[in-house]
């Protein structure tokens, strides 16, 4: 599957954008997806998942909780985090993994970079105070 993740720009702190992930080749509705970033400097960490069907469970970070969301839309073959009241610490590259993991093994591993076998390339979110 090939992902495209787009929606990232400049924006100021409490402020709001959406990221979305379109996804093309396969069958999207059998992918578990997430969201990850990575700050310079920092490895890639979890943001954000959600299981294969659309309603789903979904994960969320603890330093996200309350002002991300994570949905997704299979007719459309994307995902979206909707990211609310945001912080100069969320200034990253934003990125839409893929895993054909089955949805059990996904629940205690969602948050796993290496679990996932397909990336986007990234976009870019930046924070200014």
């Known amino acids: 599957v090939q992902l495209q993740a787009f929606g990232g720009g400049l924006v100021q702190a409490g402020g709001s954008l959406r990221l979305s992930c379109a996804a093309s080749?396969?069958?999207?509705?059998?992918?578990?997806m997430g969201w990850f970033r990575q700050a310079p400097g920092k490895e890639r960490e979890f943001v954000s998942g959600i299981s294969k069907s659309g309603g789903g469970s979904t994960y969320l970070a603890d330093s996200v909780k309350g002002r991300f969301t994570i949905s997704r839309d299979n007719a459309k073959n994307t995902v979206y985090l909707q990211m609310n009241s945001l912080k100069p610490e969320d200034t990253a590259v934003y990125y839409c993994?893929?895993?054909?993991?089955?949805?059990?093994?996904?629940?205690?591993?969602?948050?796993?970079?290496?679990?996932?076998?397909?990336w986007g390339q990234g976009t870019q979110v930046t924070v200014s105070r």
């Open positions: 993994g893929a895993t054909q993991a089955i949805t059990s093994v996904f629940m205690s591993t969602y948050y796993q970079a290496t679990r996932y076998d397909y």
């Open positions: 080749g396969r069958t999207f509705r059998n992918y578990n």
